[in-house]
């Protein structure tokens, strides 16, 4: 993968992310894919994966930071806040994974 153009890469991290990680809304898991959240994440975390080894207080820091607006834009909720821990354990999996084949 490292050959490829980071566009595609991003894309690639993007379609790990949003497979991997979701939203737990009132028990409901709405997919960072179908929520259109997998690729700002991506764009995110990329560069940290080029960096090397990935740490998971890397990982929630930047997702502490992604606002993600409820009731028509009334609050802004961390999307930390959104992802359940088992959830983030997947995402670290998947990201430690995909860092490996790059």
């Given at each position: 993968?490292?050959?490829?153009?980071?566009?595609?890469?991003?894309?690639?991290?993007a379609?790990?992310?949003?497979?991997?990680a979701?939203?737990?809304?009132?028990?409901?898991?709405?997919?960072?894919?179908d929520a259109?959240?997998?690729?700002?994440?991506?764009?995110?975390?990329?560069?940290?994966?080029l960096?090397?080894?990935?740490?998971?207080?890397?990982?929630?820091?930047?997702?502490a930071?992604?606002?993600?607006?409820?009731?028509?834009?009334?609050?802004?909720?961390?999307?930390?806040?959104?992802?359940?821990?088992?959830?983030?354990?997947?995402?670290?999996?998947?990201?430690?994974?995909?860092?490996?084949r790059l």
């Amino acid at each position: 993968m490292a050959n490829s153009h980071p566009t595609a890469e991003i894309e690639a991290l993007a379609s790990v992310i949003g497979a991997a990680a979701y939203m737990d809304i009132a028990k409901w898991h709405l997919y960072l894919n179908d929520a259109k959240l997998h690729t700002i994440v991506a764009q995110q975390l990329y560069p940290l994966l080029l960096k090397g080894p990935i740490g998971e207080e890397q990982v929630t820091g930047i997702l502490a930071k992604i606002p993600i607006k409820v009731g028509g834009g009334q609050r802004e909720i961390p999307l930390l806040d959104l992802l359940p821990v088992q959830c983030q354990v997947d995402l670290m999996d998947a990201l430690e994974e995909y860092q490996s084949r790059l």
